[in-house]
């Protein structure tokens, strides 16, 4: 007889659940092979190699030891000795300035050209003071035109300089700023400096992408003396492979520290304003049309009769005259109202003929305007206040006693054409001529007409006199006291 067991087969232990698989193995475990074994155990030990040399490295970092000074090498003492004449053959350049420090920091930003030379920048900073505004100055004469409106902070100036209230600066106010022009013209010449025997170079640095040597050597000319950072009183250059400089420090007597910062890829051609005589042109010999036009000049003017007239004339430092008038080649007399920026409570009437000149000191309200564009004289003169002017107004009674000369028919030296230019709408030939008394420019136009006339003046400024066709009045002769110079 058979036992349920036995109807029911043979019987087996439990089994255990199967271990967890993942979707990819359809539950069966992953099997480590030896080969996968090897490569974790060698990015483990990777892994440890490296978290020990990190920490061994974070043990002993310490910052780069400064570079010690030394002397300069061949190559180095040559591009330092080119430095100039590599700035005077690139012709120009973008410039930065800081002056000074703290309250009496001035900046200065535009351009120099040391081919002219010259430069035009933007005066700011703190410490500019009445100085703030537009300047361009060359290496003998500075103008400024000040805003005091602008914000402290400078910026590139306006490529076409505006033309007017343009004067030129008074020296005991400007030390400073001249001798930080006389800084940046100093930075190039037309022949390589002698090797610095005291020159060091004392590190190294990057501007943009090129690498540059920082040498301390003194300064190539006059007017420096101790730099920042600098125990020995030498200036530091910032000089690339090329003998080009980048970066100026150094410092000025009376300034303080001082930083120059150059861009060699900014380098417009600048346009010189008129007092500094206008731009360079080229100049050549006249044409026969041209010669023609001059010689033809004092007919013309005889003919014409007079003109009215506008003058700028910046003749010192603390003398930038500004007037309007008449020129009359008929009666061979100037009759003008002039005012005197730094006296603008103060106007001056002056009238030039043949027997000579004579002046009257009037209030600003007797003449219409303002000090920056005065209006035409009264007429009739006053009758009370004239005296005879044993000085005859100094260089500006010279340009009008030259407008009433051009009407002559005397020699008129040697003549060039200077440039091309334009003056009221009108295309002219500026006429250079060397007198007697100077150099002096007619702008004459393909008319003919003469209309403009330019002196250079003892300061080494250009003074303007603007000539337009009108009606001239009668100049009544003013009454001639016994003369009285100032």
Do not use: C, K
């Not at 020990?52 to 780069?64: D, F, Q």
């Not at 590599?86 to 900046?107: I, S």
């Not at 009437?349 to 004579?358: K, N, P």
């Not at 334009?422 to 500026?430: K, L, P, S």
Request: net charge positive; charged share 20%; proline share 12%.
């Amino acid at each position: 007889m058979e036992t349920s067991a036995a109807r029911s087969g043979p019987t087996h232990p439990p089994q255990d659940p199967p271990p967890p698989g993942d979707a990819h193995t359809g539950g069966v475990p992953r099997v480590v092979t030896g080969r996968r074994r090897t490569v974790l155990l060698a990015l483990a030990a990777v892994a440890v190699l490296s978290a020990a040399a990190l920490v061994v490295g974070l043990a002993s970092w310490a910052p780069e030891r400064p570079e010690q000074p030394r002397a300069l090498t061949g190559d180095e003492r040559e591009r330092l000795a080119a430095m100039r004449v590599t700035n005077y053959r690139d012709l120009r350049a973008a410039v930065r300035v800081t002056a000074g420090t703290g309250a009496a920091r001035t900046e200065l930003v535009g351009w120099v050209d040391w081919s002219r030379p010259l430069v035009y920048l933007d005066v700011g900073g703190p410490g500019a003071g009445a100085g703030r505004g537009l300047l361009q100055a060359t290496p003998t004469v500075v103008l400024l035109r000040p805003d005091p409106t602008a914000v402290p902070t400078p910026a590139p100036p306006p490529l076409v300089p505006p033309t007017d209230r343009w004067r030129l600066h008074d020296p005991p106010a400007g030390q400073g700023l001249a001798a930080v022009l006389q800084l940046i013209f100093g930075l190039a010449t037309d022949r390589p400096d002698p090797p610095a025997d005291a020159a060091r170079r004392v590190g190294g640095a990057t501007v943009g992408a090129a690498p540059v040597d920082i040498l301390q050597a003194p300064p190539p000319g006059p007017g420096t003396s101790v730099p920042p950072s600098s125990p020995d009183g030498h200036p530091r250059y910032w000089l690339d492979h090329d003998a080009r400089l980048h970066r100026l420090e150094t410092g000025l007597a009376g300034v303080g520290p001082v930083t120059v910062q150059l861009n060699r890829t900014d380098r417009p051609t600048l346009r010189p304003v008129n007092a500094l005589g206008g731009r360079a042109g080229q100049p050549r010999a006249l044409t026969t049309a041209e010669r023609d036009r001059l010689d033809r000049l004092p007919a013309r003017l005889r003919a014409r009769g007079g003109a009215a007239v506008t003058l700028t004339a910046p003749v010192a430092a603390a003398t930038n005259l500004r007037g309007s008038g008449w020129v009359s080649w008929s009666q061979r007399a100037a009759y003008v109202a002039v005012a005197d920026l730094g006296v603008p409570q103060r106007r001056t009437l002056l009238r030039v003929d043949g027997a000579g000149v004579s002046r009257a000191e009037v209030p600003a309200a007797v003449v219409p305007g303002s000090v920056e564009s005065p209006g035409r004289p009264p007429l009739p003169p006053p009758a009370r206040g004239w005296r005879a002017d044993a000085r005859r107004a100094g260089e500006l009674g010279l340009l009008l006693d030259t407008a009433l000369r051009a009407a002559g028919s005397g020699g008129r030296g040697a003549a060039v054409r200077v440039r091309g230019d334009a003056v009221a709408g009108r295309t002219v030939d500026v006429v250079e001529l060397r007198t007697a008394r100077g150099p002096l420019r007619y702008w004459i136009d393909r008319s003919g007409a003469l209309r403009r006339l330019e002196l250079r003046t003892s300061a080494g400024a250009w003074a303007q006199l603007d000539l337009a066709p009108d009606t001239v009045p009668r100049l009544t002769p003013a009454p001639r006291p016994s003369a009285r110079g100032r």
